[in-house]
Structures are given as structure tokens and as C-alpha cells.
């Protein structure tokens, strides 16, 4: 079948750093992407990973291992304003996105 | 316009009876979805369009109908509501698979 595992709430301190972790199982895969959404609004598009590896973008950053069916989000010096759910999807072999539960990012002073 | 809009924002309905929720995009997208997304549980594809002309199933089809009459405008329909479709509707865009897709606003949608 096809997955798409994260944790369900993390709690971090304002300043620190956290990281939120992804496992998929996809027939196929055609990527993986990284999403923010906060409490009643939209997903906003975070990351795109094709290629293993790590790929930087300010202080938001995303891993991919594709043997391992592995990604994780990387979020540096957190500010309040992080507090947001962050989704995680997978391209499966149609190309349809199959979407994590997200993750409730919880950021305390 | 910019990008995506849906319509209504909120919307409370009597069982059984009928509903169109609303989207527009101006972005020229080829690809447009619609997703339902329910506490606990990740965004669920119900129907997509990749092109204008058109649609297909997604996970969750039943109890719903779009159609792509034209690049910009995609709408779902509900045609005899029932209380299991209580839930916020995202209507999203994109050009075509891989890209990213752009989300509208949402329509928090109550069955009674």
C-alpha cells in the first residue's frame, strides 16, 4: 500500500533548532515535497526533493534518502511564527500526491 | 484575481440537498484538484483535472462531481449532501506533475 508516516505534534523553543521526520511507501516515487500550513489557511509550498541529499533554502532545510524512503525538514533558529502544521507528500508512480497527516509544530518562548 | 480563489468561505448545509463549491484560478495552470482535508488525517484527492475537457477519480470520488469546462474554472459538486462530507475543501493548481501545487483558501463546509 502507500504511506506517508510523520509524527503527529513536536514541541520546540523559540531560537532552537528541530528537525521533523518523514517515512514514505509509494508504488514508485517521483519526489517528495514539504508544505506549511498554519491554523485555518492554506498549504504553502515549502521543498521539492527528487535527489538524495540535502537542499538548503534560508533557515528551512530538506533531506532525502530514497533507498531508505526517508525525508526530514530542518527548520534553524525557530521563531514564533513557525508554529504552523507541516505536511509532507510523495509523487507516486500516476503522479498523484499521497499526503502525510502533518505535523503540529508548536513553538514556546 | 491573483492565483486561486474559492467561494464560499464557509458554508452550513442541510442534508440531502445540493451544493457547487467554487474555483478559479489565473495562473493558466493545466492541472487542477480538489482535496478534502478532516482532522487527523492528511489532504484526500477527490477529483482532478490535467487539462481542460478533462477529469479523473481521486481517493475519495464518491459522492462528488467536477467538471473542466474551460482552463480557469473547476467545480465541485456535492449532489445530495450527507453529514460524512462535513469537512474543509481545498481546490489547488499546478502546471502539470511534478510541480508544486498552489492551494486556494479552503471552504469549511458543515453538513446537517
Known amino acids: 500500500g502507500q504511506n506517508i508516516d510523520q509524527p503527529t505534534e513536536m514541541t520546540a523553543t523559540e531560537g532552537a533548532i528541530v528537525q521533523i521526520n518523514c517515512t514514505y511507501q509509494?508504488?514508485?516515487?517521483?519526489?517528495l515535497f514539504w508544505y506549511q500550513q498554519h491554523a485555518g489557511e492554506a498549504p504553502t509550498f515549502l521543498s521539492y526533493n527528487v535527489l538524495d541529499g540535502l537542499e538548503e533554502k534560508g533557515r528551512f532545510s530538506s533531506f532525502l534518502s530514497r533507498s531508505k524512503g526517508y525525508s526530514y525538514l530542518l527548520l534553524k533558529e525557530l521563531q514564533m511564527k513557525d508554529s504552523a502544521s507541516y505536511l509532507c507528500?510523495?509523487?507516486?508512480?500516476?503522479?498523484?500526491?499521497?499526503w502525510g497527516a502533518g505535523t503540529k509544530l508548536i513553538i514556546k518562548p | 484575481i491573483a492565483g486561486i480563489t474559492q467561494a464560499p468561505t464557509s458554508q452550513i448545509l442541510a442534508a440531502g440537498r445540493r451544493m457547487t463549491l467554487r474555483c478559479t484560478q489565473d495562473?493558466?495552470?493545466?492541472?487542477m484538484y480538489w482535496y478534502r482535508q478532516d482532522l487527523g488525517l492528511g489532504l484526500r484527492l477527490i477529483h482532478y483535472s490535467n487539462t481542460a475537457g478533462t477529469t479523473g477519480k481521486g481517493e475519495v470520488p464518491d459522492g462528488y462531481s467536477v467538471s473542466r469546462a474551460n482552463t480557469d474554472d473547476f467545480p465541485l459538486t456535492l449532489a445530495s449532501a450527507v453529514p460524512s462530507q462535513t469537512s474543509v475543501y481545498f481546490c489547488?493548481?499546478?502546471?502539470?506533475?511534478?510541480?508544486?501545487?498552489?492551494f486556494g483558501p479552503g471552504t469549511r463546509l458543515t453538513v446537517l
Open positions: 495562473m493558466r495552470h493545466n492541472a
Open positions: 489547488a493548481s499546478s502546471d502539470g506533475a511534478p510541480n508544486e501545487q498552489f
Open positions: 507528500a510523495g509523487y507516486d508512480s500516476n503522479y498523484q500526491l499521497i
Open positions: 509509494t508504488s514508485g516515487f517521483n519526489g
